[in-house]
Nanobody, 121 residues
Framework: QVQLVESGGGLVQPGGSLRLSCAAS????????MGWHRQAPGKERELVAT???????TYADSVKGRFTISRDNAKNTVYLQMNSLKPEDTAVYFC???????????????WGQGTQVTVSS
């Protein structure tokens, strides 16, 4: 299978910035959509942003204009640049990707282990 490894979370003050990264653990034949989700304590997991193989992006209304999702296909990596962070952005952030790996085109649909983002003064 394919593992996704996230990094970049941490503690930041309101108004600050963080950049999350998520990389696939093995060589990938192709990746379709990649995305970021988050889950705050006591709340359901919600979609934050997605990006297709062609670069089309979508964002949750709550992060539009503040967050930017991007991907580096050569590195099988997706990024989430988060600016103007607010306390309500505090959550565990998970990345997700689906596609194919191996010369036999095995499908995968994987999630990262999650990285904590805390916005607090």
């Amino acid at each position: 299978q394919v593992q996704l490894v996230e990094s970049g979370g941490g503690l930041v003050q309101p108004g600050g910035s963080l950049r999350l990264s998520c990389a696939a653990s093995r060589s990938i034949v192709s990746i379709n959509a990649m995305g970021w989700h988050r889950q705050a304590p006591g709340k359901e997991r919600e979609l934050v942003a997605t990006i297709t193989s062609g670069g089309t992006t979508t964002y949750a209304d709550s992060v539009k204009g503040r967050f930017t999702i991007s991907r580096d296909n050569a590195k099988n990596t997706v990024y989430l640049q988060m600016n103007s962070l607010k306390p309500e952005d505090t959550a565990v952030y998970f990345c997700n990707a689906d596609g194919f790996y191996s010369s036999r085109y095995y499908p995968f649909d994987s999630w990262g282990q999650g990285t904590q983002v805390t916005v607090s003064s």
